[in-house]
């Protein structure tokens, strides 16, 4: 059989490959007890042991017939009257589950919480497993009551609390989010404020799109006491903007490019995003005109040392049309920063031919093309992209014979 058929072969055959390993774990618990011969009568023994082979003789029955559904059942029925056997069910469980047949999981899992004679921690753990179940299968109401269920016995469970913070995380139910998130810090060792003030600016996101600035103006305030984030801080910036606190926008954009300098671009492309019809828009987009234009003039030292910051300064001068201005500020920045990446550089080619600067474009090119060139090695391995000037025969990284590949340098 070729490896490509034996997966399926297997999923296709899983519950009878089950059944096999069942029986051989009964059979050798049999003869374990059969060994020791203390705690049960010979009698007693062998009329388990009948029982067990006539249920697993019908499952094999029901299986060669192909109905799976009665076949577990009768599986179930087994393992009831072998309490050692219990790992196993879970096993079972876990393995549908991994499967993609998450109907059978959950009967097995639902049929095991319904059992009268099992321990507390047995229950719990079932419980959680079904709630797994309906996890991965997508039944998010279900997976949530479930989880739920587990936490009514036993609040102190760490995944089953981080599992429902992810769940409410997807679907957007932040004050759910927030509410376990919190619980997921107690319970837990990790520290949660960073999580729990990102959780609380899409909290105050929302208040702030459907326009109510004094809710948005409160959840953000809770945001910042767990922590300063910079989704918190851009959030505040457009506050202070539809509030028409200007000074205040002003400092805080000072401040907030000071300490993460590399958010420069990405903080005026969230800020341009407000989407709203009423008359604060007009104001708010007025605003961000003038904030942008104090930027744009903004002449700080320690700022306009960085890349991104005259990278962003450049695409906010293009957007404006400005290219003469983007054009100076990016000459005058390269003839006093030694230290240029290769984005900077094809921004000032891209200027140059816009400004129509044509022969210093050629030029610059060239000398691009030249650095990018002698910055490649010589070969490179065409299996796993290993890189090298050395010739070899057998890749040093992946191990294949003979991947080599040329670069064709001159
Ligand atoms: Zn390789």
Redesign the pocket.
Known sequence: MLQSEILPWFQDNLLSVIAVIITLVLIYHYLIEKEQGVKLSKRFRDSIFEVQSKIFLNASQYLISGNKDLAIKEFLNAVDLNRETIDTYFALGRLFRSNGQIDKAISIHRSLIARENISESTRVQALKELAIDFDKGGFVEKAIETYKDVLKINRDQFEVVHSLCRIYEDIGDWDQAYNYRIMLSKVGHDNQAETISHILVQKAKIHFEKGRFRECAEDLEDAFRFSPSVSANILKLKLNLVQGKFEEAKILLLELLKEHPMYAAFIFVSLEEFSSKSKSHSDYKERLELLKNYYLEMDDVDLNASPSVILSKIRLFKNINKTQDAYKLLHDWIGKNSNQSDVIKIEFIKLLIEVDKKDEALAQTHELLNKLHSSLTRHF?S????NSDEIFWR?P????WE?IQFRWKV
């Open positions: 391995c299996h796993c992209g290993f890749c990284q992946c191990h294949n991947t």
